[in-house]
């Protein structure tokens, strides 16, 4: 069964800090990608997607993902991290014509 | 644009007794979701519409979950008995394209206590 693993819990960082989220999946077909933001107290928004094209996408709020096809990978990443980016986030993968599956979530704290 | 409603927000019920939560989503869209998010896990898709059409119902536990959306617009879920393990956030879903781009927009969700 397809899955996606995300390899961190929980992550504390201060405010400027950069932020890396691992995100990998195992399914070796064509696949869409997403990340999702949870904000507390909000419901899941879209953060980013990749379809096809440039594996290197941006998002909103400074967010971006590369798309490594060798490694499986969707990392999410962003320069400089701000007391309001702290929230949950999800990786999301679905093959064309099947199921989005979502990965466990991180949880990213963000201190003055 | 509206986004996706639904309602209630909150329940607590005792286990063995029934429940349902409903779900409104964006105008236009005809592809509709119900998730299932247990704490410190990602949502996991339960049931999914097309239209009023089931598309995917392969991880719906069928014994004692239903779904319908019988006008092809909103949607109710329904579990009946609970059971402890159905505590959870029920989340819904809506999408405008299952298939090319399945960008999903989600609601606030029904966060659902089992005692």
């Known amino acids: 069964a397809q899955s996606v693993s995300q390899h961190n819990h929980h992550v504390i960082l201060s405010e400027a800090a950069s932020l890396e989220l691992g995100c990998n999946y195992s399914y070796g077909g064509t696949v869409n990608l997403f990340w999702y933001v949870q904000y507390p107290g909000q419901h899941l928004q879209l953060l980013l997607k990749y379809f096809s094209g440039d594996p290197l996408v941006k998002g909103i709020k400074g967010f971006e993902a590369e798309f490594i096809k060798s490694k499986f990978s969707f990392n999410l990443r962003k320069p400089s991290v701000q007391w309001s980016d702290t929230a949950e986030y999800f990786c999301?993968?679905?093959?064309?014509?099947?199921?989005?599956?979502f990965g466990k979530g991180t949880r990213l704290s963000v201190i003055a | 644009e509206a986004g996706v409603a639904q309602s209630p927000r909150y329940k607590i019920i005792e286990k063995r007794q029934s429940v349902a939560f409903w779900c409104n989503p964006i105008s236009g869209h005809a592809t509709l979701y119900w998730y299932q998010q247990i704490l410190g896990q990602g949502p996991k898709l339960l049931i999914q519409?097309?239209?009023?059409?089931?598309?995917?119902d392969s991880q719906l536990p069928k014994d004692r979950f239903s779904a319908e959306r019988l006008k092809g617009v909103d949607s109710t879920l329904k579990i009946q008995p609970a059971k402890l393990e159905d505590s959870a956030v029920y989340l819904c879903?809506?999408?405008?394209?299952?298939?090319?781009?399945?960008?999903?927009?989600f609601g606030a969700g029904t966060r659902l206590s089992v005692l």
């Open positions: 879903a809506s999408s405008l394209d299952p298939i090319a781009k399945n960008i999903q927009y």
């Open positions: 999301a993968v679905n093959p064309r014509n099947t199921p989005l599956v």
């Open positions: 519409f097309q239209n009023n059409g089931v598309v995917d």
